[in-house]
């Protein structure tokens, strides 16, 4: 069984930035690609960012490209999303997710998550 765990959440002002992290048990890590997911309050679930299983390819949603930056330390079984430039609009429940595959996935194409860590950003 695998788990995902998140930190480093919190509450953040505007043009602020937070590091997200997620650990993952397992030892199949770097076998898989990695993503992070985030749901706001009343909407859907969205994709953020994506990670291959070596680094050495990533994909963004369009509202954070130039933001946030996606990484992994594979010898640490964790996966980070670095969020600079923070807006209101970010604020969510943070996910982060492990692929059935290695290189970019689909958005369906996950089959852990962790619980979540909550992101604020105060106007």
């Known amino acids: 069984q695998v788990q995902l765990v998140e930190s480093g959440g919190g509450l953040v002002q505007t043009g602020g930035s937070l590091r997200l992290s997620c650990a993952a048990s397992g030892r199949t890590f770097s076998n898989h690609a990695m993503g992070w997911f985030r749901q706001a309050p009343g909407k859907e679930r969205e994709f953020v960012a994506a990670?291959?299983?070596?680094?050495?390819?990533?994909d963004y949603a369009d509202s954070v490209k130039g933001r946030f930056t996606i990484s992994r330390d594979n010898a640490k079984n964790t996966v980070y999303l670095q969020m600079n430039s923070l807006k209101p609009e970010d604020t969510a429940v943070y996910y982060c997710a492990r692929s059935v595959v290695a290189d970019i996935p689909a958005p369906s194409e996950y089959d852990y998550w962790g619980q979540g860590t909550q992101v604020t950003v105060s106007s």
């Open positions: 990670i291959n299983w070596s680094g050495g390819y990533t």
